[in-house]
């Protein structure tokens, strides 16, 4: 893998005792599409607050550009090169369209007047509307346009779509695969929208109870997850010991549905050779792995 | 553009200390005709002390809240997620802190300023026989020696929200007044005495202890807020 645009490396944070991340480790490739995934009080935010330089690490560390962003000097000159669309979607109530963006700007030398006026009509955002005027969905398109007037080489968006109309969701996931395709721009962002990371991006993380439970490209953790469908004649056997790879079995009637990460081969043929079972596979989607690790989320056994 | 921010974040507030001042140098300048103007020398004793606890609270009033957002008469809604906004931009947390509280100061120096000048316009009395230098003095001591109350602010909104940093920067100011009555400071360090009995007004020159006293408060004070903004989480 190339040098990683977002290094995380063990990276813990507690609230009150509570621990909400705990040693978690990503990398983010450069030009990466990176779904960033998780239940609600998985870590997602605490994980992007601490990218912001808002919150500050218990342990482990985080990387951006290669710069640490627990120094404050060098971590500004990260964010020179970065863009934020925050969860709560709140800029300054007293400012307008215009004087937000206006005020934005002398921060980012590499701030382009072209893609402001273009992103502006594209959003459709009133320049002279006051900002708490705005509904949530037009304020998630303010921050984006601030976010990306300026060339940024990163996006940190925490939940972007959420407010959004589906067709201003379209149109915001357009920009996006867009500025990844043409700038080569990294986009990093946390949703719970599976059908949204499906259809955009590239790579993913499933973070639980602040832990990383799967990481990857989304094209290799697909070929490599199988869901096995063993059909018995009989009752299915109460016990069996499955080989390594096996993520979770569930039993319904006369059929277990098995998830294997791993060792497909062998776990098929295992399977096979249990008395009276039929095997079918077929490919994972998104939900399915997600379910699988967002602990709780299903029964497990097996 | 953090000054553009600091004065959009504030103009409320030093137009709501304004309308205060003005308004009541206009009713008793009005009230003048009916008996109620500034007719004795003990009115404009009253006047001048009156003027000196509203410059304090200008001062506490418009110290800010560290870095966060601050609340205004027109907008609370999404503050405190603005800040996130804030602390994504390139720009250091002391940056943001000291922009802000040189907003605050600036606008604390003009309500001084200007209900100085209108005070020593519309009241012959509270003039009195004091000349212009008389008067830069004064104005000089109240700037430096409502800095250290406006620091104690500064400090104080870093950590309290809003409502708490001025009433709680308000009694602490109270209290410490009331012990000064019950056990008198040296005059070099009596920053409220420097103001009113101590005054240039009456003394015709500088105070130059409490005023050393008083930026000396400002500037430890300003690095306590500092090391605070950078050490705490948002």
């Known amino acids: 893998m190339a040098d990683p645009v977002i290094e995380v490396a063990g990276l813990s944070k507690s609230f009150g005792g509570q621990p909400a991340l705990n040693g978690l480790n990503l990398r983010v490739p450069a030009g990466s599409i990176f779904g960033f995934l998780g239940r609600n009080g998985a870590g997602k935010t605490t994980t992007i607050r601490m990218m912001s330089s808002a919150l500050k690490p218990d342990a482990g560390s985080i990387r951006v550009f290669g710069i640490p962003m627990g120094e404050p000097t060098k971590a500004i000159n990260a964010r020179r090169r970065m863009g934020f669309v925050t969860e709560e979607k709140d800029l300054y109530p007293y400012m307008t369209v215009e004087q937000i963006i206006r005020f934005t700007r002398p921060f980012f030398p590499k701030w382009r007047r072209d893609l402001e006026q273009r992103y502006l009509r594209a959003f459709d955002l009133p320049p002279h509307k006051k900002i708490p005027d705005l509904s949530k969905g037009m304020r998630s398109k303010l921050m984006l346009l601030l976010a990306i007037s300026h060339e940024a080489e990163l996006l940190v968006l925490d939940e972007p779509t959420d407010g959004l109309d589906p067709v201003s969701v379209e149109e915001m996931l357009r920009v996006l695969v867009g500025l990844a395709a043409t700038e080569g721009t990294t986009v990093f962002f946390s949703t719970h929208q599976l059908a949204e990371v499906e259809q955009i991006a590239d790579h993913i993380a499933i973070i639980d109870h602040g832990r990383g439970v799967v990481q990857g490209s989304l094209d290799d953790l697909k070929a490599q997850y199988r869901r096995l469908h063993i059909v018995f004649a009989e009752e299915p056997p109460v016990r069996v010991r499955w080989l390594d790879g096996v993520e979770h079995v569930h039993q319904e009637g006369r059929t277990l549905s098995v998830l294997v990460s791993r060792n497909v081969s062998a776990v098929i043929e295992q399977a096979r050779a249990l008395p009276g079972a039929t095997v079918e596979c077929f490919p994972v989607t998104l939900k399915e792995l997600f379910f699988n690790h967002a602990r709780g989320s299903v029964e497990c056994s097996g | ?234």
């Open chain 2, 1 to 234: 553009m953090l000054w553009m921010k600091g004065w959009l974040e504030t103009r409320w507030r030093l137009f709501f200390i304004l309308a205060v001042i003005l308004g009541a140098f206009a009713f008793r300048f009005v009230g003048a005709r009916y008996g109620m103007g500034v007719s004795s020398t003990e009115d404009a004793n009253r006047m001048i002390g009156a003027m000196t606890v509203l410059w304090l609270f200008a001062a506490v009033y418009l110290a800010g809240a560290g870095i966060r957002t601050q609340p205004s008469f027109q907008a609370a809604k999404g503050l405190h997620g603005s800040t996130y906004f804030t602390l994504s931009l390139p720009v250091s947390r002391s940056r943001l802190l000291a922009v802000r509280v040189a907003v605050g100061t600036i606008e604390t120096m003009v309500v001084i300023l200007l209900s100085s000048v209108v005070a020593w316009t519309l009241f012959p009395l509270v003039r009195g026989n004091s000349t212009l230098s008389d008067m830069l003095r004064i104005l000089f001591t109240a700037f430096c020696c409502t800095a250290g109350l406006h620091a104690v602010a500064v400090v104080a909104g870093t950590f309290l929200d809003d409502m708490w940093q001025i009433w709680g920067t308000l009694i602490a100011a109270v209290s410490l007044k009331w012990l000064t009555v019950r056990f008198p400071l040296p005059p070099a360090l009596d920053v409220f005495g420097a103001m009113s009995g101590h005054s240039p007004l009456i003394n015709h020159m500088l105070p130059w202890g409490p005023i050393a006293t008083s930026i000396g408060l400002f500037g430890g004070l300003v690095a306590v807020a500092a090391a605070i903004v950078n050490w705490r989480e948002y």
